[in-house]
Structure formats: structure tokens, C-alpha cells
């Protein structure tokens, strides 16, 4: 395929070609479209994503030194809905196209013919350009005149259809997960950036936030550190002439509160649960760098997305599986001709930041050869194909890389990183059901001295003390259970199944183990009283108070969350200091004793449940009044036996 000519040549290629470029006055430099940048996959890449090793041929796309891809033309260069290669074979792996279905069959059909008649003046032109040109020239070439028609209007093609996966994933719910990448792997992907300013934005999910953060992403990638508030702190590091920056995006905002306000009072009580996750102490950091956002109700998206814009450079969506990295990438891309820069019929000057991105583009992969983990970029649409958005841990199989703004910059959504997760303790067809996909009406349960709580039968909860009572809003999309303590040792281990829900793996009973004791140490005595210091009631002072109430967030990583509190009174505390306080504390039982973290309580019980029907909508009489009726009846009895 002489068109992907280019773009096949290895490094040493890349060096020779660059350095034999030699001034044209007659044809200025063109716009050098994304999809002749980046290089095919290599090895390295094969490594850490397939079970095969890859080669590149010339004029084809990757093939399995096993036997496995085969080139095909008309097919896209990868799945624009999982990011992984094209092929024909290995009907089971992401990446595979079957020809039999009517939609790839009119793509291939429909893309073949204007292929060929691509072969335009201004491709030609390019070609030469390019084969004829040295180093320093391409580097300090200018642009006079940018042709926007050329990139913004494609030739009209159908868009690129998904894989035979992701259409399965789509409209039955069934797939198998990708192999998920390493820390190394995601560390050569961000090193072989085509850009010189790149951003990561590390996706957390709020249903078990903090526990999806990645805390030693800055140490092992050398990126640019939390700012300090010293004015005079160093703001940007370089490595490998690039720079990385980082943000924290608090993704599925809505599953914390139903209003985007309540959600807004607890940034504070998140800005606080991340400085505990970073192990960052005291306010010395800024942390100014955090969002909170929900791609499902709109929150915060397009300050996100404005923020997407205005860096430019490499933008890459960074997290562990199912935190929503992909419906946060749909709603935070710049699509269109975002602040009127792009898909405009003006034309572009070569002082414009994109002409610059792009000449610090080319000078990267003149240089180093970077860019051989990274997928081709497709060419830029003001409305491409956006990844799809699924349950299944992995869905994303391979960096999917969109264009925008002309050369702008590039919204990158990476694989999700591995993490521990129930998943591998629980039967198949409940898999499904441990992802909350909106926002839980917690009830609250009442566990008394003597009682546990058991969440299906793969948790269970004890609390510590018998003199207290234990209140529980579980925020799950599974079924709880309270029952004695020693009923729910029995539902654990399998023995006694009755009248629970159980989800748990045969077998798994016998690797119930401690998870550890978590204390209930936060205060959220205001938060918890109702009336008594509302300021529109009683308007009493928490202090004043003969009892404190002390919460606790239990967390189950990729599952949601258990808001537990207990009133304690003061009498218990006489005579102790504050900081040798014995705290009401749990004992939690879990497989091998994992998958459980604890944070600062963020009170979302008090933010809303159920909501009761208006007198007016509903359809039966309330129960009668009956206070004093047995007085009434004993008076009436008495004055009966007197014959009064």
C-alpha cells in the first residue's frame, strides 16, 4: 500500500529520509496529516498486548510472527471503538472483523474506491516533500498556507465500523476482558509521545475513590511534581525533552450525591481524602489540580473539556479498569470546531500554537524514533468514533488516539491498569451486577450487639463493641443481610445459604479471612442531628451536646461504598485524653482477607434517599391515629364494672 509507505519506515528510515530533505521554492510544506506519524507496532508492543509476537511488512499491516493477522485492505488500521489492530483472524480477540457482516462488508466495499483515487496532487507533493527532505529544513520549515478542506472534509466514506467484539460488547453484554498493561508498559507509552507538553489525567472513580489511585505514578515516570504553595516552586520538569503535568478527575460524581451542589460541598472532604491517599501531610500542597465530574449528568464536563483545548499537546486518560475512563473521554473530547478553530474555512497561519505542536511532532520522531508503542493516530474528524463504554474490565484493549483542533493536540485514552477486584472471587453471571451504574437509595441498617452485617455472603461486618448500636447505609448494588454474628460466620463459609443472595465462587468460603479492624474516629456529630443544630430549629452547638457521633466510609474496591455510624456518649470519654480515645472500631471479613479500604465519612446519607410521596399523590388512607386509645378503652372498662 504505497499510501502508508511512510509511515511503515523504521527510525533508521525515518533519519535517512529527514536528513535528505532539500528546499523546494516551488511547493511549500502541506499539511501533514496525523496518520502518516506514528509507526506500526512492534515487538515490544506484541509483548504487552497480544500473545504473539508481530512483524510489519512492507505495505501491510501487523502480522503475528505465529501466523496470525494478515493485511487486508479497506479495513481501518485499528478498532476505533477498543483500539486494537485490525485483523481477519483469531475470531475470539479484540481486533477481529468478520467479513460476513453487512456493515464491514459495505465499509471494505465502499473505502477501496476512493483509495485509489487518493493518489491526488497534493499526496504526490507530498511524498516528494518528504523523500527529499533533510532535518533542519523540516524542522524550520513555515507554513504560508494551510488547505482546512484538506484535513477537515475525508473523502466520503462510511465511518469506520467496530470490531466484531465491540459490537458484541454493544448489543449482547458479552466479551472477554483485554490483557490489561503494567505500569512499565503504560510508562513506554507516555516516553513515546509525539508531543513536547503532554498532560495526564488520572481517571479515579468516586464509588471506591480513593482506592483506583495510582499513588506512585510522579516518582516512577519522573513527572512534574505536586506544586508546593511557594510561589517561587519549580513548576515544569523535562524528561526526555518532554513534559508531563497531572490532574486528578473524580469520574461518576453522580453515584455521591443527586444534586450537582451537594456534590460541591464535599470537595473539600475529597481534596482532604486525596491528600491522605498521596501520604501528603499537612496543607503544604496545592492540590489545586483536582476535578470532580460526571460524564452521565454533565458535571463539570465542558470546564474539563475547555481545559482539554487550551493545553493542546498530548491529553492522556490514565486510570485502572472500570473507573470510567471511556465515557469521560466521550464527554471531555473537543469536538467539532471548539472555539471556532477548527473545521472553519479560514485559513491557518504558521505562527498558530498547532503548526508549532506539529513541527515539535516531527522533530521527536526525527530524533528519538519515538512514537512505536502508539497506534497510528487516525486522520482528524471534527466528529470521529468515539470508544464504546462497557462493564466489562478491559473493554479498551489498545490506546485509542482522536485528533482535534487541526493538529491542536491529541486526546489519548489509555488501557485500564489491573487492579485487585471481587471479580475473581464471584460466579460468572453475577459479574455484571458489582458495577453501580447510578446512584444507590441507601436503606439504612440497624446492628445491634450480638449482630453482623453481611453483604451477599463474601463480607461480613462485626462490630466490636456490645454496649453500642451500629448504623448501616450500605451504597451497594448488592444485597445485605443482618443477622446474628454467628449465622453469618456460617453464610460465609458456605455452610448455611438461607434466605441470602449468594454470588461467591464454590469454594471461596474456606478463603475468608480478616480484612482488619477500622476504627470509627471522625466526628460527624453535626452532620448526623437533625434538628437539634439545624440553625432553623433548635439551633444547638454539637459541643453542648451529652453524646458525639463517630462515621466511618468502608470501602469495597470496584464495588461502592458502607457509611457506618455510632452515638457514643460523653460519659465514656471522662477523664481520658482526646488522643488515647478508645473509638468504636469493626472487624471486616472479606476473601484472603483484600478488597476493603476505609476513608473520612462523606455523609451522603444526609443527602437524600428515597423521597416520600406528597398527600395530594397518594392513593390509600394513612393509618388511623390510635394514640390513647388503650387509656380510653380502660376507662370505659372500669367505669363499666363500677355501673356507673
Partial sequence: MKRHSFALCSSSTWKHKLSSFTPSSAISLLYIRRSFYPLPPTTLHAKYYTNQALHVPDGGLAVPTGGGLRPLSGLPWT???????????????????????????????????????????????LSDILENASQKVLRDAQVSRLSVDAATNPPNTPPAPLCDRCHTLIHNHQGQSAKQPTLQTVGDLLMGSPFKQN????????????LSLIPQLQPLFGLTPQRSRNRRSRGMIYRQDRKFDTSFVIARSDLLAPRKEQVDAMMPVLVEILRDALNIEGDRFRLGNVYCVSSKRGWWTKRLKDDVWSRGGGGWMLGKVNVGKSSLFDAAFPKGSHQGSAGTSSLVSSNTPARQIQREHLDILASTGAGNLLPPAPRFEPFPVMPIVSTLPGTTASPVRLPFGNGKGELIDLPGVARESLDETISEEAKASLVMTSRIKARQYTIKPGQSLVVSNIVRITPEFEDLVLLACPFLPLSCHVTSTEKAKAILAQENSTAVDGIAKPGVGSLIASAGVYQLKWDVTKNRTGPLTAPDAARLRPQTLPFIVYSLDLLLQGVGWIELAVQVRKRHFEGEIAENRSFPSIEVFSPSGKFIGSRRPLNAWACGGSKRKPVSKRTSRPRQSKKGEKKRLKAERRLFDTGG
Avoid at 82 to 90: E, I, K, L, Q, V
Avoid at 94 to 111: C, P
Avoid at 199 to 210: K, S
Fill in 199 to 210: 498532560h495526564i489525567y488520572q481517571v479515579l472513580d468516586a464509588a471506591d475513590f480513593p
Fill in 79 to 125: 478498532c476505533p471503538g477498543c483500539g486494537a489492530y485490525s485483523h481477519t483472524n483469531c475470531a475470539n480477540e479484540a481486533g477481529y472483523y468478520s467479513l460476513a457482516r453487512n456493515q464491514v462488508a459495505t465499509y471494505v466495499s465502499g473505502k477501496q474506491a476512493p483509495i485509489e483515487r487518493q493518489r491526488d496532487s497534493e499526496q504526490e507533493a
